[in-house]
């Protein structure tokens, strides 16, 4: 461990540790499962978890919670409370307005906060961290005006520095592709139901299961764009239809083009088209049309 990290971890421990009791809002993802398993080394005897069960978590951080509620030693040994919340109930969040999140979050976290007080616990956290601060995060207001405290925030980890220590300690949770709740794969403005984000879920779990490891699968007016990175992108070039190779790298910049790293001009940019098996599957699951052209996931605000 480097000295900088060592610093950082003494100062998020001797924090934690400030607190009679803490409750965690635990996702399964990166962030939080950092801070679990942080706690388990510094407050075990005064720490909980707690997880929102809600339709609008993706698949990789339901399975990371699952296996935590099986197994002692994937949920170090921390007790796990599930909160049920039914987002879909919720009118100002199937709106779907740009306060969606802010709305979502802080049902969720005033579900949490409830039960924390049931139990007599004096803090709740959650896993926000520094690389967050300077993106458009409604729900972080939620959390400031319900008093949630952002640990890894306030002592400065970056997720980068969190998945060298969980890779450091042993915890396969450090290479799982950052996350981000389904109800960010429909347009803001478009109305959240059911069906389309289990038409997202049923997509997206379908390229997880072909290898793809970064994917977004967005709904847009009822058509299917699908994002993932540039390495998933590589792989897609290899087995995609040589046909459309063919717009070189004098393909123009527009959904679905692929320029690697660099920008669209730069020599090499190159388009990438689903292969026609797996572009029939996901139609089929979105029940419409699909972008036979996949587009480089980027970080975004509202759509992550």
């Not at 803490?22 to 499962?33: K, L, R």
């Not at 699908?226 to 790298?249: K, N, Q, T």
């Not at 292969?275 to 996931?297: F, I, Q, S, T, W």
């Amino acid at each position: 461990m480097e000295r900088e990290a060592r610093k950082k971890l003494q100062a998020l421990e001797e924090l934690l540790d400030s607190w009679k009791s803490v409750a965690v809002g635990y996702s399964g993802g990166v962030d939080s499962t950092f801070l679990a398993a942080v706690c388990a080394r510094a407050v075990p005897s005064r720490a909980v978890l707690m997880h929102i069960e809600t339709p609008f978590s993706a698949t990789p951080e339901l399975v990371s919670v699952e296996r935590a509620a099986e197994s002692g030693q994937a949920a170090f040994g921390l007790p796990l409370i599930a909160v049920p919340l039914d987002p879909f109930s919720l009118e100002n969040v199937v709106r779907n307005d740009e306060n969606r999140c802010y709305y979502c979050k802080r049902a969720g976290f005033s579900a949490i906060l409830a039960e924390a007080r049931a139990r007599g616990i004096e803090v709740v956290v959650d896993g926000s961290n520094a690389d967050d601060a300077g993106d458009y995060r409604p729900g972080m207001r939620a959390l400031e005006e319900l008093g949630v405290r952002s640990p890894l925030l306030e002592t400065g980890w970056h997720k980068d520095e969190e998945r060298a220590l969980l890779r450091e300690w042993g915890i396969p949770v450090w290479g799982m592709p950052a996350g981000a709740c389904l109800a960010t794969r429909i347009p803001c403005g478009e109305p959240l139901t059911e069906r389309k984000l289990a038409a997202v879920r049923a997509c997206e779990d379908y390229l997880h299961e072909h290898g793809l490891h970064q994917v977004r699968a967005r709904l847009i007016e009822g058509s299917l764009q699908v994002e993932v990175s540039s390495e998933d992108l590589r792989v897609l070039a290899s087995a995609g239809d040589p046909a459309d190779a063919s717009s070189g790298s004098s393909a123009p910049h527009e959904k679905g083009a692929w320029h690697g790293e660099g920008t669209p001009s730069e020599e090499g940019a190159r388009r990438v088209a689903l292969p026609k098996e797996m572009r029939a599957h996901l139609a089929g699951c979105v029940d419409g049309e699909v972008n036979p052209y996949v587009a480089l996931y980027s970080k975004g605000s509202m759509n992550r």
